[in-house]
């Protein structure tokens, strides 16, 4: 998770942030905003920090070590 230029970004699978760009809940984050698109992290949308913090949850255990 991050905050890139006042948006609140996180890594996700890629299937996950698919559905979630889908559903209307962000776009995929282009950190140098050049067009090159990150498969798995997702900027989530104004509007939606009511979901920041089970997304957040949510890419910690994508990104957390298997044991």
């Known amino acids: 998770m991050l905050a890139s230029r006042d948006e609140f970004v996180v890594k996700l699978p890629r299937q996950r942030v698919d559905a979630l ?5 962000g776009k995929r984050f282009d950190p140098r905003r050049k067009g090159k698109l990150m498969k798995e992290w997702l900027v989530v ?12 949850i949510e890419a910690l255990e994508f990104v957390a070590p298997k044991r």
């Open 45 to 56: 949308a104004p509007g939606f920090e009511d979901r920041w913090l089970p997304l957040a």
């Open 21 to 25: 760009v889908a559903e209307g809940f």
